[in-house]
């Protein structure tokens, strides 16, 4: 496991860099945000590190167990394509009544998220890849992830907060890491 001036160095020379959606990019869990759906554009947090971020030619992904039309729209806010987004897609019958979700995709099970970096991995070869969020299935995710960063500026997690070796409460934390280079 790496230390934290390591950890430090693998997201300041991150390949790719995942974030969790739900109460890490935005500050609500997402079955609140789609009973106020419009209102997520006003929920995005920190536009200012996805920016920073894709300024230096870091590839930017949402991975969430939240639900795909939230999180593509959250995309758009952050100018992160649709590509770059993993999460679970909601199914529907024919009359509009739901159907459940799509079980096939990787964030509908156990171990999901770390499966997706698995994927970026073989798929863009990157070498460091760096996961954001909240939550056990985000820390969860790390390894496949070569740094787990735990977020606490909108809910904190206390086994998060307390496993976490680097843990932030704004993002701020990480712009002012980013300008260290």
């Given at each position: 496991?790496?230390?934290l001036?390591?950890?430090?160095?693998?997201?300041?020379n991150a390949?790719?860099?995942?974030?969790?959606v739900?109460?890490?990019?935005i500050?609500?869990?997402?079955?609140?945000?789609?009973?106020?759906f419009?209102?997520v554009?006003d929920?995005?947090?920190?536009?200012?590190?996805?920016?920073?971020?894709?300024?230096?030619?870091?590839?930017?992904?949402l991975?969430s167990g939240?639900f795909?039309?939230?999180?593509?729209?959250?995309a758009?806010?952050?100018?992160?394509p649709t590509?770059n987004?993993?999460?679970?897609?909601l199914?529907?019958?024919?009359n509009g009544?739901y159907a459940?979700f799509?079980?096939?995709?990787p964030?509908?099970e156990?171990g999901?998220?770390?499966k997706v970096i698995?994927h970026?991995?073989?798929?863009?070869?990157?070498?460091k890849?760096v996961?954001?969020?909240?939550?056990?299935?985000?820390m969860?995710a790390?390894?496949?992830a070569?740094?787990f960063?735990?977020?606490?500026g909108n809910?904190?997690?206390k086994?998060v907060?307390e496993?976490?070796?680097w843990?932030?409460?704004h993002?701020?934390?990480l712009?002012?890491?980013l300008?260290?280079r």
């Amino acid at each position: 496991m790496a230390s934290l001036l390591e950890m430090k160095e693998i997201f300041r020379n991150a390949d790719a860099v995942c974030f969790d959606v739900d109460s890490t990019v935005i500050r609500e869990e997402g079955i609140d945000e789609l009973a106020k759906f419009c209102g997520v554009g006003d929920a995005v947090a920190e536009m200012e590190l996805v920016s920073r971020l894709h300024q230096r030619g870091v590839q930017v992904f949402l991975v969430s167990g939240g639900f795909q039309s939230i999180v593509e729209h959250v995309a758009s806010q952050l100018n992160i394509p649709t590509a770059n987004v993993f999460a679970n897609r909601l199914k529907f019958y024919f009359n509009g009544e739901y159907a459940g979700f799509d079980e096939t995709q990787p964030t509908a099970e156990s171990g999901g998220k770390g499966k997706v970096i698995t994927h970026l991995k073989e798929q863009f070869h990157f070498k460091k890849v760096v996961m954001i969020g909240d939550g056990a299935t985000d820390m969860e995710a790390c390894p496949p992830a070569d740094c787990f960063i735990g977020f606490g500026g909108n809910v904190i997690r206390k086994q998060v907060k307390e496993k976490a070796k680097w843990y932030i409460t704004h993002f701020d934390e990480l712009l002012k890491e980013l300008e260290e280079r």
